[in-house]
């Protein structure tokens, strides 16, 4: 019994001390773990940041669109904010949106604002119903401004569209990117940035999860550039082929070209010169041009119905772009982008477009 005794304490003792081991180990590690988020937090913060401009403000703003001011100057506030540089009748910017709002949706809750700066090039961009129904169409749920006399373009010293800038959660602008692409960088940077952010305030990050991916447009390499009808936009381009030329504000008289040249747009009938764009003034119209892509889009305004022909044949179906709803026929009304060819690869065509609809405008050819 003796000998039993002794072996269940010796037993007993051991596991004992194995307990006390076991328990000094782990808060050893627990303590390892804190001295590790400390030092983190602390390399964060040392971070130098002379280098980095801080985002400015938000000035000239005509319109705030799914906030108010007040919500969008709280809700900055420690913040890692991507603003977005944008008009809702370039194709680049439409394009970008989708990786945008799909970033919004997956990071709003970790940290990131999205604000869309919506700065027109076109005087029909600058109507707040207008970018009301882009935004729905696009579904856009972050806030959006309105920046209608280009003064928070101006203030971010930009030139281009799209752009987007990401400001740190103490407002420094650490990274940018101009036009589309890009993507998979672009979500690295704002990973980081909220990983940043939250160290810094001792906020527990969820993980971040696999980059967005989504189906990328593929850009032609030697294609049409973007061709502009108003006098104004178009200095300098040598894009208008007809030998009358521009005059500016006057109903011209366009005749029918004897050749078309590559890249270049032939109004045929009466259209009056805007500064930035082309209006016809009669009740019947049409325009000619011979491009190089897969893909073509317009930027129109006011009411005509458009009927698309390609090397003289009605347009064949293969090359139909989303936005022609029968046969080879298309009615615009909003003002704004309207896809009329898609192809899988890039090719050269003589394009017709015959217009019916006095009034309408058109304002640029864009082209993929």
């Known amino acids: 019994m003796k000998s039993e005794i002794k072996t269940a304490l010796i037993l007993g003792i051991v596991i004992a001390v194995g307990l006390v081991i076991i328990s000094i180990t782990f808060s050893t590690l627990d303590e390892k773990s804190e001295t590790a988020n ?3 937090a602390k390399t964060l913060d040392k971070i130098d940041k002379s280098g980095f401009k801080m985002a400015p403000d938000l000035v000239g703003i005509s319109h705030y669109l799914n906030t108010t001011p007040e919500e969008l100057k709280k809700q900055i506030e420690n913040k890692v904010v991507l603003y977005d540089i944008w008009t809702y009748s370039c194709i680049n910017c439409v394009r970008t949106l989708p990786y945008i709002t799909a970033w919004d949706d997956k990071y709003e809750e970790q940290g990131l604002l999205v604000i869309g700066i919506h700065s027109p090039e076109f005087e029909f961009e600058k109507n707040p119903e207008n970018v009301k129904m882009a935004i ?29 800038y990401i400001a740190d959660h103490e407002g420094y602008i650490r990274y940018d990117h101009i036009g589309e692409g890009g993507y998979q960088e672009t979500e690295k940077i704002i990973q980081q940035l909220l990983e940043e952010r939250n160290a810094s305030l001792g906020i527990q990050m969820a993980s971040s999860g696999p980059l967005v991916e989504l189906e990328e447009f593929e850009h032609t390499m030697f294609r049409t550039p973007e061709l502009y009808f108003g006098y104004n936009f178009a200095q300098n381009r040598n ?33 009056k010169n805007h500064e930035d764009s082309m209006e016809l003034a009669s009740a019947n119209g049409s325009i000619k041009l011979l491009y190089n892509a897969k893909e073509v889009n317009l930027v129109t305004a006011n009411n005509a119905e458009l009927e698309i022909f390609l090397d003289g044949e009605p347009l064949p179906s293969k ?44 304002f640029t050819f864009t082209f993929g």
């Open 38 to 40: 400390i030092q983190e």
């Open 136 to 164: 729905e169409k696009y579904g856009i749920e972050y806030p959006v401004v309105m920046d209608n006399d280009m003064e928070t373009w101006k203030a971010f010293e930009n030139r281009y569209w799209p752009r987007k």
């Open 239 to 271: 894009q208008l082929g007809s030998d009358e030329g521009f005059q500016p504000e006057k109903i011209v008289s366009y005749s029918e070209p004897d050749k078309i040249d590559l890249h270049k747009f032939y109004p045929i009938g009466n259209w």
């Open 319 to 362: 090359y139909s772009g989303k936005d022609i709803i029968f046969e080879n026929k298309i009615t615009v009304s909003e003002p704004g982008l309207y896809n009329i060819i898609s192809s899988e690869i890039s090719s050269s065509h003589t394009m017709e477009i015959k217009v019916v609809g006095k009034g309408f405008q058109i």
